[in-house]
């Protein structure tokens, strides 16, 4: 996710080289998940995601990208 300070509506672009099932969601710093952005089996290719963060109030939070076979959490800073 580029850049790591975010001030609204953000994109997530990623690639799969197998079938699998993708969840990519959004968390508060104390752990609460406060958005699902994709819950979905891909096929392989490259996909991207768009969430509004404008109902959502300015802090620390965490994307995590997870499938069975790979999990990957980056940390945003929300700005308004």
Same mark, same amino acid.
């Given at each position: /996710?580029?850049?790591s300070i975010i001030t609204g509506r953000f994109s /997530? &672009?990623?690639?799969?080289p197998e079938r699998t099932n993708l969840i990519i969601s959004l968390f508060d710093r104390l752990g609460?998940?406060?958005s699902v952005l994709v819950n979905r089996t891909h096929?392989?290719?490259y996909y991207e995601a768009s969430l509004d963060?404008?109902?959502i109030p300015s802090g620390i939070?965490? /994307?995590?990208?997870s499938s069975p076979s790979f999990s990957s959490t &980056?940390? /945003?800073t929300l700005l308004k």
């Open positions: /996710i580029v850049p /997530i &672009q990623y690639a799969l609460r998940r406060m096929g392989p290719g963060l404008l109902g939070y965490f /994307i995590t990208l &980056q940390k /945003i």
